[in-house]
């Protein structure tokens, strides 16, 4: 074998073993970023809307107002109790609310709940306030929903003072989609 052939020989050794590593990093790549389970686990945002209409598990989400309030009171101007520190604010989200055909609603209507999220990733769940105007959930007997009639709900959040300048949106999710999306105002 002269030395043509052997440099022949190693050239092509090279190129198969590239071949063979850049498959196998693609193939290693391809599954760790494509999980769609691991994104969703891992909190990710995987769409944003400004403002809304967005249906995600057969609920149209429509983002009408989120202002922030130093406290709530109701219709008799008294303050609503509510688990609120000291230094706290209240980020009141109106938001109307479709129910699609093929989503499960029973008596007590169906479950619709939106996180408050920041600029910086932190998100914060709803409360309940009793003696609000508008119902904090979408099974609330006085204010019962109707499929593809749309109604309006309040999710409210309290969250310290120095987040307020920092809101994104609201959030909304749905395991099964493997969907989170983040409505903006």
């Not at 809304?52 to 609920?59: A, F, K, M, S």
């Not at 609310?97 to 029973?106: H, Q, S």
């Not at 769940?125 to 109604?151: I, V, W």
Request: net charge neutral.
């Amino acid at each position: 074998m002269n030395v043509s052939h052997r440099a022949v020989r190693l050239t092509a050794q090279i190129a198969l073993l590239l071949a063979l590593l850049s498959t196998a990093a693609f193939l290693l790549l391809r599954t760790y970023l494509g999980d769609e389970e691991r994104i969703y686990n891992e909190g990710a945002i995987t769409e944003v809307v400004t403002g809304g209409p967005v249906t995600i598990g057969n609920v149209e989400w429509k983002l009408e107002a989120l202002q922030p309030w130093t406290q709530l009171v109701d219709a008799e101007k008294k303050p609503i109790s509510m688990d609120q520190p000291a230094g706290s604010v209240v980020v009141v989200a109106r938001i109307a609310i479709t129910p699609r055909d093929g989503l499960k609603m029973n008596s007590n209507g169906f479950s619709c709940e939106a996180r408050l999220r920041d600029d910086r990733g932190n998100v914060w769940k709803g409360q309940s306030a009793y003696g609000f105007a508008l119902p904090t959930y979408c099974g609330d007997e006085d204010h019962p929903f109707t499929r593809n009639k749309p109604g309006e709900v309040a999710q409210i959040f309290v969250i310290p003072q120095s987040a307020v300048a920092h809101i994104s949106g609201i959030q909304v999710e749905n395991l099964e989609e493997r969907r989170r999306v983040l409505i903006t105002r």
